[in-house]
């Protein structure tokens, strides 16, 4: 007995009767998540607290703020997203209408992690209801205060009759995948991502598949080290390192080691004082299972700054490694807590080698005073998205696609491209019904001086080239 289908059923038989697709509707239930955040901004900062010890601050930023954006985001301008796009036509169809429909695909499963609960189940909601979609949503087990909101709060503000809240670790959202769903939008490891496009497979249900992987940090010579050691340990430490485009471990020369260490134990301790344990800005790991894990990565390499750990309070210092080699456990699996480890490389051309030598990261980054180098590196390597002179920072602009490529994900979302992904773009000709006398080329018996009338007039030419060029 599937102890989903009712619920499934429910949802189909809603998106079947058109409920979601007039423009009010969604906009009604983006308004509604909206409310949702206001009223309940308190009781999601203290789960958040509560699950991964996350300090106000960046629960602001990196939670709620950008919940808050992308709902606005799609509120205002859902109208012309909405909007059939006219396209070229050729001379044969020149007096009919071609466009793009983006419409519904219908039941959307979004299954999502626990590094930043709020954002990374909230943010695709936006674009599966600005789509017109009809919704189940699957928060992570491991960080239960927010999956308690978002099973018991939110379905009091989302019509009950598009929209669903299913729990559950593994074993229950392997059971949820056996159904056929109309679209799968996961969030979370690689190994699951895996998982899921096979149960996917199975009903040829297309995914988007926003996973992880290890981001690579070059940083060049010419740099100011004091800007690049805040930047770097920001993007790196921030919510205990527990970010998936957080750099996941730095290649530069040993020259710029050896004036990066100090800048970064600089940073360390300005950002979170003598003791970091004590600081309330420092996130905890979100499990003994990933804590033990991490603890287990601190013996690759040299320990230089921090390593101190607390198993009580899952407590991991931020903390730097050298002499780190390619091959060590650190290395060979993304890192996902506040351990930054710096490899040393010959060169830039060395550096880009061993980028190209990993699986495609999510996010990759450059630091250099000359734009050049940075330029370079952004030329000869592939990655999900790229940052220069900073970390993490891309990700925040909606005007940019977020997404990884190969191992690190397929797809992407924020603003219009969530909008996007949560539509089928149906490919549409209306034709006039009569003039059937220019229709008659193509019709049998064949003739010859029909077929080239007809060529000119479906075919694409090359266009003329300018003799200046
Ligand atoms: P995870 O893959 O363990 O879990 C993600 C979701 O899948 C959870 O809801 C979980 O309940 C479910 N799940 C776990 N095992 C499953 C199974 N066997 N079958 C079906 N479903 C299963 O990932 P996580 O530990 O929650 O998150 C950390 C990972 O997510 C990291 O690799 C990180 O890089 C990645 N991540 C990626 C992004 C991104 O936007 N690309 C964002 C955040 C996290």
Redesign the pocket.
Known sequence: MDPHAETLQRLRNTFNSGRTRPEAFRAAQLEALGRFLRDNRDRLLGALADDLRKAPFEAEVSELSICRSEINLALNNLHSWMQDQPVDTNLATRLDAAFIRKEPFGLVLI??????PLN?AVVPLVGAIAAGNCVVL?????SRGVERIMAEVLPRYLDPSCFAVVL???QE??SL?ENKFDYIF????????K??MAAAARHLTPVTL????KNPCYVDDAVDVQTVANRLAWARFFNAGQT?VAPDYVLCSAGTRDRLLPALQAAVRRFYGEDPRRSPDLGRIVSPKHFHRLRALLGSGRLVIGGQTDEEELYVAPTVLVDVKEDEPVMRE?I?GPILPILTVGGLDEAIAFINRQDKP?ALYAFSTRSQVVRHVLDRTSSGGFCGNDGILHITLTSLP?G?VGP??MGNYHGRFSFDTFSHHRGCLLRRPGLEKLNSLRYPPYAQRGLGLLLRTVEIQRRECCALL
């Open positions: 299954i999502s992690p626990w590094n930043y990374l699957k928060p992570s087990e491991l559950g670790g593994p959202t392997a995948l996961f969030t979370g490891s690689t190994r699951v991502g998982l899921v926003e996973l992880g992987g998936c993304e996902f999510l977020f990884g690190s994900g």
